[in-house]
Protein backbone atom coordinates (compact mmCIF):
# COMPACT_ATOMS: atom_id res chain seq x y z
CA UNK A 1 0.00 0.00 0.00
CA UNK A 2 3.26 2.31 0.25
CA UNK A 3 3.33 2.93 -3.17
CA UNK A 4 3.41 7.15 -4.12
CA UNK A 5 0.54 7.69 -6.78
CA UNK A 6 1.26 11.73 -6.48
CA UNK A 7 4.59 13.06 -5.99
CA UNK A 8 5.51 16.56 -5.68
CA UNK A 9 8.69 18.17 -4.94
CA UNK A 10 9.78 21.51 -3.95
CA UNK A 11 6.73 23.29 -6.04
CA UNK A 12 6.49 26.44 -6.96
CA UNK A 13 3.93 29.06 -8.43
CA UNK A 14 3.37 32.77 -9.03
CA UNK A 15 -0.31 33.94 -10.32
CA UNK A 16 1.68 36.88 -11.70
CA UNK A 17 4.28 38.11 -9.08
CA UNK A 18 2.21 36.86 -6.25
CA UNK A 19 3.39 33.45 -5.45
CA UNK A 20 0.72 30.95 -4.26
CA UNK A 21 2.60 28.03 -4.06
CA UNK A 22 5.86 28.15 -2.22
CA UNK A 23 8.36 24.80 -1.84
CA UNK A 24 5.25 22.41 -1.38
CA UNK A 25 6.55 18.38 -0.78
CA UNK A 26 3.82 15.88 -0.63
CA UNK A 27 3.31 12.41 -1.39
CA UNK A 28 -0.13 10.16 -1.47
CA UNK A 29 0.24 6.93 -1.37
CA UNK A 30 -2.06 4.69 -3.42
CA UNK A 31 -5.59 4.13 -1.35
CA UNK A 32 -4.57 6.99 0.81
CA UNK A 33 -7.09 9.57 1.77
CA UNK A 34 -5.80 13.20 2.45
CA UNK A 35 -7.47 16.17 3.93
CA UNK A 36 -6.16 19.56 2.99
CA UNK A 37 -7.62 22.11 5.15
CA UNK A 38 -6.52 26.46 5.61
CA UNK A 39 -7.69 29.74 5.65
CA UNK A 40 -9.25 31.24 2.22
CA UNK A 41 -6.53 32.04 -0.08
CA UNK A 42 -4.08 29.94 0.84
CA UNK A 43 -3.78 27.88 -2.00
CA UNK A 44 -5.12 24.92 -1.01
CA UNK A 45 -7.54 24.69 -4.32
CA UNK A 46 -4.20 25.92 -6.61
CA UNK A 47 -2.93 22.90 -5.31
CA UNK A 48 -5.23 19.98 -6.25
CA UNK A 49 -6.00 22.06 -9.31
CA UNK A 50 -1.62 21.59 -10.66
CA UNK A 51 -2.05 17.75 -9.60
CA UNK A 52 -4.45 17.53 -12.75
CA UNK A 53 -2.75 20.67 -14.54
CA UNK A 54 -5.79 22.74 -14.91
CA UNK A 55 -3.15 24.76 -13.33
CA UNK A 56 0.56 24.61 -13.91
CA UNK A 57 3.75 25.06 -11.69
CA UNK A 58 6.93 26.36 -12.51
CA UNK A 59 9.27 25.11 -10.41
CA UNK A 60 9.15 21.79 -9.11
CA UNK A 61 8.04 18.06 -9.91
CA UNK A 62 4.85 16.61 -9.86
CA UNK A 63 4.69 12.80 -10.74
CA UNK A 64 1.18 11.17 -11.60
CA UNK A 65 0.75 7.61 -11.51
CA UNK A 66 4.25 7.37 -12.49
CA UNK A 67 4.12 10.32 -15.14
CA UNK A 68 5.72 14.53 -14.77
CA UNK A 69 3.67 17.15 -15.64
CA UNK A 70 5.20 19.44 -17.17
CA UNK A 71 5.27 21.55 -20.18
CA UNK A 72 6.72 18.44 -22.47
CA UNK A 73 3.84 16.51 -21.63
CA UNK A 74 1.54 15.36 -24.98
CA UNK A 75 -0.94 12.89 -23.13
CA UNK A 76 -2.45 15.26 -20.34
CA UNK A 77 -5.36 14.44 -21.35
CA UNK A 78 -4.76 10.60 -20.76
CA UNK A 79 -3.81 11.69 -17.21
CA UNK A 80 -6.78 13.15 -16.77
CA UNK A 81 -8.76 10.79 -17.88
CA UNK A 82 -7.51 8.96 -14.84
CA UNK A 83 -7.94 11.51 -12.23
CA UNK A 84 -11.59 12.41 -11.18
CA UNK A 85 -12.27 15.68 -10.20
CA UNK A 86 -15.50 17.19 -7.77
CA UNK A 87 -15.67 21.38 -8.07
CA UNK A 88 -16.89 23.26 -5.71
CA UNK A 89 -19.61 24.50 -8.19
CA UNK A 90 -20.53 21.22 -9.72
CA UNK A 91 -20.01 22.25 -13.02
CA UNK A 92 -22.28 19.94 -14.49
CA UNK A 93 -23.21 20.16 -18.37
CA UNK A 94 -26.76 22.08 -18.25
CA UNK A 95 -27.55 21.23 -21.66
CA UNK A 96 -27.62 17.68 -20.95
CA UNK A 97 -29.07 15.07 -18.76
CA UNK A 98 -27.88 13.73 -15.74
CA UNK A 99 -27.70 10.43 -17.64
CA UNK A 100 -26.25 12.13 -20.62
CA UNK A 101 -23.35 14.12 -18.27
CA UNK A 102 -21.94 10.84 -17.41
CA UNK A 103 -22.44 8.72 -20.44
CA UNK A 104 -19.98 11.09 -22.20
CA UNK A 105 -16.32 10.85 -21.30
CA UNK A 106 -16.75 7.06 -20.82
CA UNK A 107 -18.26 6.89 -24.85
CA UNK A 108 -16.02 9.64 -26.42
CA UNK A 109 -12.60 9.83 -24.57
CA UNK A 110 -13.15 5.99 -23.20
CA UNK A 111 -14.22 4.96 -26.74
CA UNK A 112 -16.71 2.32 -24.72
CA UNK A 113 -19.92 1.97 -27.53
CA UNK A 114 -23.17 4.18 -26.52
CA UNK A 115 -24.98 1.42 -24.79
CA UNK A 116 -21.83 0.39 -22.49
CA UNK A 117 -21.41 3.91 -21.60
CA UNK A 118 -24.89 4.71 -20.60
CA UNK A 119 -24.67 1.14 -18.56
CA UNK A 120 -21.44 2.05 -16.47
CA UNK A 121 -23.35 5.74 -15.93
CA UNK A 122 -26.25 3.98 -14.46
CA UNK A 123 -24.17 2.10 -11.92
CA UNK A 124 -22.30 5.06 -10.63
CA UNK A 125 -25.64 6.88 -10.71
CA UNK A 126 -27.37 4.29 -8.14
CA UNK A 127 -23.98 4.19 -6.54
CA UNK A 128 -24.33 7.83 -5.55
CA UNK A 129 -28.28 7.14 -4.72
CA UNK A 130 -30.01 9.37 -7.55
CA UNK A 131 -30.26 6.60 -10.47
CA UNK A 132 -33.90 7.91 -10.49
CA UNK A 133 -33.27 11.58 -11.81
CA UNK A 134 -31.12 9.82 -14.73
CA UNK A 135 -33.42 11.39 -17.28
CA UNK A 136 -33.60 14.90 -15.97
CA UNK A 137 -31.40 17.82 -16.83
CA UNK A 138 -28.95 19.14 -13.81
CA UNK A 139 -31.10 22.27 -13.59
CA UNK A 140 -34.10 20.41 -12.45
CA UNK A 141 -31.78 18.82 -9.71
CA UNK A 142 -31.36 19.74 -5.76
CA UNK A 143 -27.65 21.34 -4.99
CA UNK A 144 -26.92 17.72 -2.80
CA UNK A 145 -28.42 15.82 -5.99
CA UNK A 146 -26.14 17.98 -8.12
CA UNK A 147 -22.77 17.48 -6.69
CA UNK A 148 -23.75 13.19 -6.73
CA UNK A 149 -23.90 13.49 -10.12
CA UNK A 150 -20.92 15.02 -10.63
CA UNK A 151 -19.26 12.47 -8.29
CA UNK A 152 -20.95 10.29 -10.43
CA UNK A 153 -19.31 12.10 -13.66
CA UNK A 154 -15.89 11.27 -12.22
CA UNK A 155 -16.33 7.98 -11.32
CA UNK A 156 -18.01 6.86 -14.81
CA UNK A 157 -14.08 7.35 -16.52
CA UNK A 158 -13.23 4.94 -13.40
CA UNK A 159 -10.24 6.58 -12.23
CA UNK A 160 -7.60 5.70 -9.71
CA UNK A 161 -7.55 8.65 -8.09
CA UNK A 162 -10.13 11.53 -6.78
CA UNK A 163 -9.93 15.33 -6.20
CA UNK A 164 -12.32 17.19 -4.39
CA UNK A 165 -12.36 20.71 -4.55
CA UNK A 166 -14.09 22.06 -1.23
CA UNK A 167 -17.16 20.05 -2.70
CA UNK A 168 -19.25 21.12 -0.07
CA UNK A 169 -18.87 24.63 0.61
CA UNK A 170 -21.69 25.49 -2.18
CA UNK A 171 -24.17 23.72 -0.35
CA UNK A 172 -26.73 24.22 1.84
CA UNK A 173 -26.14 22.66 5.45
CA UNK A 174 -29.05 19.82 4.58
CA UNK A 175 -27.31 18.58 1.31
CA UNK A 176 -23.79 18.24 2.76
CA UNK A 177 -24.60 15.12 4.67
CA UNK A 178 -26.02 13.07 1.63
CA UNK A 179 -22.59 14.47 -0.23
CA UNK A 180 -20.33 13.26 2.16
CA UNK A 181 -22.32 9.86 3.38
CA UNK A 182 -21.25 9.57 -0.71
CA UNK A 183 -17.59 10.07 -0.13
CA UNK A 184 -17.17 7.89 2.82
CA UNK A 185 -18.52 5.20 0.89
CA UNK A 186 -16.21 5.84 -1.80
CA UNK A 187 -13.05 5.97 0.35
CA UNK A 188 -14.39 3.14 1.96
CA UNK A 189 -14.01 1.35 -1.61
CA UNK A 190 -10.51 1.92 -1.41
CA UNK A 191 -10.27 5.29 -3.78
CA UNK A 192 -7.36 7.15 -3.73
CA UNK A 193 -8.66 10.50 -2.61
CA UNK A 194 -7.22 14.08 -2.18
CA UNK A 195 -10.07 16.15 -0.67
CA UNK A 196 -10.18 20.35 0.19
CA UNK A 197 -12.33 20.61 2.79
CA UNK A 198 -13.44 21.96 6.00
CA UNK A 199 -15.92 19.32 7.03
CA UNK A 200 -13.50 18.05 10.36
CA UNK A 201 -15.77 15.92 10.79
CA UNK A 202 -15.52 13.89 7.54
CA UNK A 203 -12.03 14.40 8.14
CA UNK A 204 -11.75 12.23 11.11
CA UNK A 205 -13.42 9.26 9.70
CA UNK A 206 -12.08 9.15 6.57
CA UNK A 207 -8.72 11.01 6.35
CA UNK A 208 -5.31 8.57 6.62
CA UNK A 209 -3.55 12.16 6.73
CA UNK A 210 -4.21 15.62 7.16
CA UNK A 211 -2.84 18.49 5.64
CA UNK A 212 -2.57 21.83 6.85
CA UNK A 213 -1.84 25.04 4.29
CA UNK A 214 -1.53 28.85 4.80
CA UNK A 215 0.01 31.28 2.60
CA UNK A 216 1.18 28.76 -0.14
CA UNK A 217 2.90 27.11 2.10
CA UNK A 218 2.23 23.72 4.06
CA UNK A 219 2.56 24.33 7.65
CA UNK A 220 1.85 20.87 8.59
CA UNK A 221 0.94 17.49 7.57
CA UNK A 222 0.42 14.62 10.20
CA UNK A 223 -1.54 11.75 10.61
CA UNK A 224 -5.25 12.42 11.23
CA UNK A 225 -5.42 11.82 14.94
CA UNK A 226 -2.30 13.46 15.53
CA UNK A 227 -3.08 16.11 13.50
CA UNK A 228 -6.56 16.77 15.85
CA UNK A 229 -4.86 15.59 19.14
CA UNK A 230 -1.16 16.91 19.12
CA UNK A 231 -1.11 20.17 16.32
CA UNK A 232 2.13 21.80 17.16
CA UNK A 233 2.08 24.72 15.04
CA UNK A 234 0.44 27.93 16.46
CA UNK A 235 -1.48 28.64 13.10
CA UNK A 236 -2.76 25.63 13.21
CA UNK A 237 -3.88 25.45 16.87
CA UNK A 238 -5.82 28.57 15.90
CA UNK A 239 -7.51 27.43 13.02
CA UNK A 240 -8.59 24.48 14.71
CA UNK A 241 -9.93 26.37 17.80
CA UNK A 242 -11.75 28.52 15.67
CA UNK A 243 -13.38 26.00 12.97
CA UNK A 244 -13.94 23.14 15.82
CA UNK A 245 -16.11 25.99 17.95
CA UNK B 1 -69.25 39.76 -18.11
CA UNK B 2 -67.49 39.67 -21.34
CA UNK B 3 -67.82 43.21 -21.73
CA UNK B 4 -66.93 44.02 -18.44
CA UNK B 5 -63.64 42.43 -19.13
CA UNK B 6 -62.95 44.17 -22.86
CA UNK B 7 -63.91 47.14 -21.68
CA UNK B 8 -61.16 46.84 -18.38
CA UNK B 9 -58.46 45.84 -20.98
CA UNK B 10 -58.95 48.79 -22.97
CA UNK B 11 -58.97 51.35 -19.92
CA UNK B 12 -55.79 49.59 -18.69
CA UNK B 13 -54.07 49.52 -22.21
CA UNK B 14 -55.17 52.29 -24.40
CA UNK B 15 -56.51 54.80 -22.03
CA UNK B 16 -54.56 54.22 -18.33
CA UNK B 17 -53.59 58.21 -18.67
CA UNK B 18 -54.30 61.04 -20.79
CA UNK B 19 -50.72 60.85 -23.17
CA UNK B 20 -52.25 57.01 -24.05
CA UNK B 21 -55.42 58.53 -24.39
CA UNK B 22 -54.38 60.91 -26.90
CA UNK B 23 -51.56 58.45 -28.65
CA UNK B 24 -54.74 56.21 -28.89
CA UNK B 25 -56.82 58.68 -30.72
CA UNK B 26 -54.09 59.48 -32.71
CA UNK B 27 -53.71 56.13 -34.44
CA UNK B 28 -56.99 55.32 -34.49
CA UNK B 29 -57.50 58.57 -36.64
CA UNK B 30 -53.95 56.99 -38.57
CA UNK B 31 -55.98 54.07 -39.33
CA UNK B 32 -59.39 54.54 -40.22
CA UNK B 33 -57.96 57.10 -42.82
CA UNK B 34 -55.35 54.33 -44.49
CA UNK B 35 -56.52 51.09 -44.05
CA UNK B 36 -59.63 51.56 -45.92
CA UNK B 37 -57.59 53.27 -49.03
CA UNK B 38 -55.29 50.00 -48.70
CA UNK B 39 -58.14 47.94 -48.75
CA UNK B 40 -59.72 49.46 -51.85
CA UNK B 41 -56.37 49.42 -53.72
CA UNK B 42 -54.87 46.27 -53.18
CA UNK B 43 -58.56 44.02 -52.61
CA UNK B 44 -61.64 46.61 -54.41
CA UNK B 45 -60.38 48.70 -57.05
CA UNK B 46 -57.74 46.23 -57.71
CA UNK B 47 -57.31 43.60 -61.31
CA UNK B 48 -56.58 39.89 -60.77
CA UNK B 49 -57.90 38.97 -64.41
CA UNK B 50 -55.92 39.26 -67.89
CA UNK B 51 -53.04 38.86 -69.25
CA UNK B 52 -51.59 42.95 -70.28
CA UNK B 53 -51.11 46.18 -68.91
CA UNK B 54 -54.00 46.93 -70.47
CA UNK B 55 -56.11 44.65 -68.72
CA UNK B 56 -56.14 46.88 -65.75
CA UNK B 57 -58.67 49.21 -65.62
CA UNK B 58 -59.32 49.91 -62.02
CA UNK B 59 -57.64 52.72 -60.16
CA UNK B 60 -56.14 50.55 -57.37
CA UNK B 61 -53.68 47.68 -57.91
CA UNK B 62 -52.53 46.12 -61.01
CA UNK B 63 -52.01 42.24 -59.50
CA UNK B 64 -51.59 41.39 -63.61
CA UNK B 65 -48.10 42.31 -63.39
CA UNK B 66 -47.83 39.88 -60.44
CA UNK B 67 -49.47 37.10 -62.43
CA UNK B 68 -47.60 37.48 -65.63
CA UNK B 69 -44.24 37.87 -64.53
CA UNK B 70 -44.55 35.19 -61.59
CA UNK B 71 -42.08 32.47 -63.30
CA UNK B 72 -39.36 35.02 -64.06
CA UNK B 73 -39.86 36.39 -60.48
CA UNK B 74 -39.44 32.81 -59.24
CA UNK B 75 -36.76 31.66 -61.25
CA UNK B 76 -35.13 34.19 -63.24
CA UNK B 77 -33.67 33.72 -67.05
CA UNK B 78 -33.92 30.36 -66.37
CA UNK B 79 -35.07 28.54 -69.55
CA UNK B 80 -39.17 27.43 -69.12
CA UNK B 81 -38.84 24.19 -70.11
CA UNK B 82 -36.01 23.27 -67.58
CA UNK B 83 -37.43 24.56 -64.38
CA UNK B 84 -38.12 21.41 -63.10
CA UNK B 85 -34.94 21.17 -62.35
CA UNK B 86 -34.84 23.84 -59.81
CA UNK B 87 -38.43 23.00 -58.30
CA UNK B 88 -36.51 19.51 -57.98
CA UNK B 89 -33.70 20.80 -55.90
CA UNK B 90 -35.68 23.01 -53.63
CA UNK B 91 -38.78 20.12 -53.08
CA UNK B 92 -35.78 17.47 -52.16
CA UNK B 93 -33.82 20.52 -50.09
CA UNK B 94 -37.52 20.74 -48.29
CA UNK B 95 -37.97 16.90 -47.44
CA UNK B 96 -34.46 16.48 -46.39
CA UNK B 97 -35.02 19.17 -43.81
CA UNK B 98 -38.38 18.16 -42.93
CA UNK B 99 -36.89 14.92 -42.99
CA UNK B 100 -34.88 15.74 -39.77
CA UNK B 101 -37.60 16.59 -37.83
CA UNK B 102 -38.58 13.35 -37.79
CA UNK B 103 -35.81 11.18 -37.35
CA UNK B 104 -33.56 9.78 -34.34
CA UNK B 105 -31.00 12.58 -32.91
CA UNK B 106 -28.32 9.69 -34.42
CA UNK B 107 -29.71 10.28 -38.00
CA UNK B 108 -30.04 14.52 -37.66
CA UNK B 109 -25.90 14.58 -37.36
CA UNK B 110 -25.76 12.41 -41.18
CA UNK B 111 -28.79 14.50 -42.38
CA UNK B 112 -26.42 17.85 -41.45
CA UNK B 113 -23.71 16.43 -42.40
CA UNK B 114 -25.52 15.88 -46.06
CA UNK B 115 -26.64 19.01 -46.34
CA UNK B 116 -23.17 20.64 -45.80
CA UNK B 117 -20.93 18.64 -47.97
CA UNK B 118 -22.97 16.37 -50.71
CA UNK B 119 -26.66 18.53 -51.63
CA UNK B 120 -24.79 21.56 -52.81
CA UNK B 121 -22.69 19.41 -54.96
CA UNK B 122 -25.88 17.48 -56.53
CA UNK B 123 -27.80 20.56 -56.64
CA UNK B 124 -25.10 22.74 -58.62
CA UNK B 125 -25.13 19.67 -60.70
CA UNK B 126 -28.68 19.33 -61.53
CA UNK B 127 -29.63 23.19 -61.74
CA UNK B 128 -26.22 24.10 -63.66
CA UNK B 129 -26.08 20.32 -66.24
CA UNK B 130 -23.81 19.39 -68.47
CA UNK B 131 -23.31 16.19 -67.98
CA UNK B 132 -27.23 14.33 -69.74
CA UNK B 133 -28.84 17.65 -68.77
CA UNK B 134 -28.78 20.41 -70.74
CA UNK B 135 -26.09 22.70 -69.70
CA UNK B 136 -27.57 25.97 -67.96
CA UNK B 137 -25.44 29.36 -67.71
CA UNK B 138 -25.40 30.55 -63.84
CA UNK B 139 -25.66 34.00 -65.99
CA UNK B 140 -29.41 33.00 -66.76
CA UNK B 141 -29.98 32.45 -63.03
CA UNK B 142 -32.17 34.46 -61.14
CA UNK B 143 -35.38 35.45 -59.16
CA UNK B 144 -36.31 33.96 -55.65
CA UNK B 145 -34.44 30.66 -56.25
CA UNK B 146 -31.34 32.33 -56.80
CA UNK B 147 -32.06 34.41 -53.54
CA UNK B 148 -32.29 30.98 -51.80
CA UNK B 149 -29.60 29.11 -53.28
CA UNK B 150 -27.50 32.45 -52.16
CA UNK B 151 -28.58 32.34 -48.70
CA UNK B 152 -28.42 28.38 -48.47
CA UNK B 153 -24.93 28.77 -49.41
CA UNK B 154 -24.18 31.62 -47.27
CA UNK B 155 -25.54 30.06 -44.17
CA UNK B 156 -23.75 26.62 -45.21
CA UNK B 157 -20.59 28.19 -45.42
CA UNK B 158 -20.65 31.07 -42.97
CA UNK B 159 -21.59 29.38 -39.88
CA UNK B 160 -19.20 26.60 -39.81
CA UNK B 161 -16.50 29.00 -40.96
CA UNK B 162 -17.41 31.54 -37.95
CA UNK B 163 -17.76 28.95 -35.80
CA UNK B 164 -13.96 28.32 -36.69
CA UNK B 165 -13.00 31.57 -36.60
CA UNK B 166 -14.35 32.41 -33.12
CA UNK B 167 -12.44 29.20 -31.70
CA UNK B 168 -9.47 30.60 -33.56
CA UNK B 169 -10.16 34.42 -32.11
CA UNK B 170 -9.97 32.60 -28.17
CA UNK B 171 -6.52 30.72 -29.39
CA UNK B 172 -4.05 30.01 -26.74
CA UNK B 173 -1.77 29.67 -30.09
CA UNK B 174 -0.95 33.21 -31.32
CA UNK B 175 -1.41 31.97 -35.35
CA UNK B 176 -4.66 31.60 -35.25
CA UNK B 177 -5.41 33.93 -32.91
CA UNK B 178 -3.88 36.83 -34.71
CA UNK B 179 -5.10 35.02 -38.33
CA UNK B 180 -8.85 35.53 -36.93
CA UNK B 181 -8.91 38.42 -35.59
CA UNK B 182 -7.86 40.30 -38.86
CA UNK B 183 -9.54 37.99 -41.01
CA UNK B 184 -12.85 38.75 -38.64
CA UNK B 185 -11.61 42.43 -38.69
CA UNK B 186 -10.98 42.98 -42.10
CA UNK B 187 -14.39 41.24 -43.57
CA UNK B 188 -16.26 43.42 -40.99
CA UNK B 189 -14.74 46.34 -41.54
CA UNK B 190 -15.61 46.48 -45.54
CA UNK B 191 -19.05 47.47 -47.07
CA UNK B 192 -20.74 44.11 -48.62
CA UNK B 193 -20.94 45.79 -52.06
CA UNK B 194 -17.22 46.40 -52.30
CA UNK B 195 -16.57 42.33 -51.44
CA UNK B 196 -19.26 41.93 -54.50
CA UNK B 197 -17.43 44.33 -56.77
CA UNK B 198 -14.38 42.93 -56.03
CA UNK B 199 -15.51 39.22 -56.46
CA UNK B 200 -16.86 40.26 -59.89
CA UNK B 201 -14.92 42.30 -60.83
CA UNK B 202 -11.64 42.67 -58.82
CA UNK B 203 -10.96 39.38 -58.52
CA UNK B 204 -10.83 37.73 -62.33
CA UNK B 205 -8.26 40.20 -63.03
CA UNK B 206 -5.51 38.06 -60.56
CA UNK B 207 -6.38 35.36 -62.21
CA UNK B 208 -4.29 33.23 -64.62
CA UNK B 209 -5.68 34.57 -68.06
CA UNK B 210 -6.80 30.56 -69.00
CA UNK B 211 -8.32 30.11 -65.59
CA UNK B 212 -11.75 31.53 -64.44
CA UNK B 213 -14.30 30.58 -61.51
CA UNK B 214 -17.72 31.19 -62.08
CA UNK B 215 -19.01 34.97 -61.53
CA UNK B 216 -21.76 33.40 -59.44
CA UNK B 217 -19.84 30.88 -57.57
CA UNK B 218 -16.96 34.25 -57.07
CA UNK B 219 -20.15 36.16 -55.36
CA UNK B 220 -21.49 33.42 -52.94
CA UNK B 221 -18.04 32.88 -51.46
CA UNK B 222 -17.25 36.51 -51.33
CA UNK B 223 -20.98 36.66 -49.34
CA UNK B 224 -20.54 33.61 -47.19
CA UNK B 225 -16.98 35.20 -46.10
CA UNK B 226 -18.36 38.03 -45.42
CA UNK B 227 -21.08 36.84 -43.38
CA UNK B 228 -18.46 34.22 -41.82
CA UNK B 229 -16.59 37.15 -39.86
CA UNK B 230 -20.36 38.18 -37.96
CA UNK B 231 -21.06 35.12 -37.29
CA UNK B 232 -17.78 34.73 -36.00
CA UNK B 233 -18.12 37.41 -33.37
CA UNK B 234 -21.61 36.34 -32.12
CA UNK B 235 -20.83 33.21 -31.57
CA UNK B 236 -17.84 34.55 -29.48
CA UNK B 237 -20.51 36.37 -27.42
CA UNK B 238 -21.44 32.88 -26.93
CA UNK B 239 -18.52 31.20 -25.87
CA UNK B 240 -17.39 34.36 -23.50
CA UNK B 241 -20.64 33.86 -21.92
CA UNK B 242 -19.50 30.44 -20.27
CA UNK B 243 -18.31 29.81 -17.21
CA UNK B 244 -15.06 29.04 -16.80
CA UNK B 245 -16.15 25.92 -14.96
CA UNK B 246 -17.49 24.51 -18.07
CA UNK B 247 -14.22 24.10 -20.01
CA UNK B 248 -12.37 22.90 -16.76
CA UNK B 249 -15.09 20.33 -15.67
CA UNK B 250 -14.73 19.19 -19.39
CA UNK B 251 -10.86 18.88 -19.45
CA UNK B 252 -10.89 17.27 -16.01
CA UNK B 253 -12.99 14.63 -17.71
CA UNK B 254 -9.83 13.84 -20.46
CA UNK B 255 -11.59 15.67 -22.75
CA UNK B 256 -8.78 17.11 -25.76
CA UNK B 257 -9.77 20.63 -27.26
CA UNK B 258 -12.29 19.66 -30.21
CA UNK B 259 -13.85 17.08 -27.82
CA UNK B 260 -14.81 20.23 -25.02
CA UNK B 261 -15.68 22.25 -27.99
CA UNK B 262 -17.72 20.21 -30.04
CA UNK B 263 -19.40 18.41 -26.99
CA UNK B 264 -19.45 20.82 -24.28
CA UNK B 265 -18.77 24.50 -25.35
CA UNK B 266 -20.30 25.13 -28.56
CA UNK B 267 -23.26 23.37 -27.98
CA UNK B 268 -24.20 25.58 -25.25
CA UNK B 269 -22.47 28.68 -26.81
CA UNK B 270 -24.55 28.72 -29.88
CA UNK B 271 -27.76 28.00 -27.99
CA UNK B 272 -27.27 31.29 -25.87
CA UNK B 273 -26.68 33.37 -29.65
CA UNK B 274 -29.11 31.73 -31.11
CA UNK B 275 -31.07 35.21 -31.74
CA UNK B 276 -28.34 36.98 -32.83
CA UNK B 277 -26.98 33.82 -35.39
CA UNK B 278 -31.20 34.38 -36.19
CA UNK B 279 -30.52 37.91 -36.77
CA UNK B 280 -27.00 37.23 -38.95
CA UNK B 281 -28.73 35.07 -41.09
CA UNK B 282 -31.88 37.13 -41.65
CA UNK B 283 -29.98 40.22 -42.58
CA UNK B 284 -28.08 37.93 -45.12
CA UNK B 285 -30.91 36.64 -47.04
CA UNK B 286 -32.23 40.30 -47.04
CA UNK B 287 -28.81 41.81 -48.44
CA UNK B 288 -28.70 39.25 -51.16
CA UNK B 289 -30.57 42.27 -53.73
CA UNK B 290 -27.48 43.92 -53.61
CA UNK B 291 -26.14 41.31 -56.51
CA UNK B 292 -28.61 43.87 -58.76
CA UNK B 293 -25.08 46.24 -58.69
CA UNK B 294 -22.92 43.09 -60.66
CA UNK B 295 -25.30 42.54 -63.02
CA UNK B 296 -27.24 39.62 -61.30
CA UNK B 297 -31.13 39.56 -60.33
CA UNK B 298 -32.63 38.45 -57.98
CA UNK B 299 -36.44 38.64 -56.64
CA UNK B 300 -36.00 42.32 -56.21
CA UNK B 301 -33.52 42.60 -59.31
CA UNK B 302 -36.44 40.88 -61.40
CA UNK B 303 -38.91 42.85 -60.26
CA UNK B 304 -36.73 45.71 -61.11
CA UNK B 305 -36.46 44.59 -64.63
CA UNK B 306 -40.13 44.04 -65.05
CA UNK B 307 -40.81 47.71 -63.85
CA UNK B 308 -38.80 48.93 -66.36
CA UNK B 309 -40.00 47.04 -69.36
CA UNK B 310 -42.03 48.96 -72.10
CA UNK B 311 -44.85 47.24 -71.82
CA UNK B 312 -45.09 47.23 -67.69
CA UNK B 313 -43.81 50.56 -67.24
CA UNK B 314 -45.85 52.25 -64.10
CA UNK B 315 -45.85 48.79 -62.00
CA UNK B 316 -43.32 49.34 -59.11
CA UNK B 317 -45.34 49.82 -56.12
CA UNK B 318 -46.98 46.81 -56.94
CA UNK B 319 -43.56 44.73 -57.79
CA UNK B 320 -41.98 46.05 -54.39
CA UNK B 321 -45.44 45.46 -52.30
CA UNK B 322 -44.83 42.11 -53.31
CA UNK B 323 -41.30 41.44 -53.07
CA UNK B 324 -41.75 43.06 -49.41
CA UNK B 325 -44.47 40.30 -48.64
CA UNK B 326 -42.45 37.41 -50.04
CA UNK B 327 -39.30 38.60 -48.13
CA UNK B 328 -41.33 39.35 -44.64
CA UNK B 329 -42.69 36.19 -44.78
CA UNK B 330 -39.47 33.87 -45.62
CA UNK B 331 -38.08 35.84 -42.78
CA UNK B 332 -40.54 35.41 -40.80
CA UNK B 333 -40.69 31.47 -41.43
CA UNK B 334 -37.00 31.31 -39.94
CA UNK B 335 -37.87 33.34 -37.04
CA UNK B 336 -40.63 31.42 -36.18
CA UNK B 337 -38.28 27.96 -36.63
CA UNK B 338 -35.34 29.53 -34.45
CA UNK B 339 -38.03 30.16 -31.69
CA UNK B 340 -39.29 26.66 -31.37
CA UNK B 341 -35.27 25.97 -31.39
CA UNK B 342 -34.83 28.32 -28.43
CA UNK B 343 -37.79 26.27 -26.57
CA UNK B 344 -36.86 23.33 -27.59
CA UNK B 345 -32.99 23.54 -26.76
CA UNK B 346 -34.19 25.76 -22.83
CA UNK B 347 -33.01 22.51 -20.56
CA UNK B 348 -32.04 25.07 -17.60
CA UNK B 349 -35.52 26.11 -16.47
CA UNK B 350 -34.28 26.31 -12.84
CA UNK B 351 -30.72 26.94 -12.01
Redesign the interface.
Known amino acids: MNEPIIRLTTVNKWFGKFQVLKNINMQVNKGEKVIICGPSGSGKSTLIRCI?R?EEHQEGTIIVDGIELNQNITNI?????????V?Q?F?????LTVLDNCA??PS??RKLPKKRSEEVAMEYLSKVKIADQAKK????LSGGQQQRA?IA??LC?EPKIMLFDEPTSALDPEMIKEVLDVMIDLANGGMTMVVVSHEMGFAKTVADKIVFMDEGTIVESKKTKEFFENPENERTKLFLSQILR | MRESKIYNWLKENLFSTWYNFLITLLILVIIFYSIPNLIEWAFIDSTFRGSTKQDCKGTGACWVFIKVWFEKFIYGFYPSDQIWRVNLVFISLLLVVSAAFFVKQKFKLYIILFLIFIFPVISLFILRGGVGLIYVETRVWGGLSLTFILTFFGIVISFPLGVLLALGRRSELPIFRYFSVMFIEFWRGVPLITVLFAAAVTFPLFLPANASVDKLLRIAIGIAIFESAYIAEVVRGGLQSLPKGQYEAAKSLGMGYWKMNFLIILPQAIKTVLPGITNTFIALFKDTPLILLVGLAELLGMVNLAKSNSYWLGMAVEGYVFTAIVFWFFCYLLSLYTQNLEKKFSTEKKS
Open positions: NLDKIRGEVGMFQNLFPHLAWVFPGQARAM
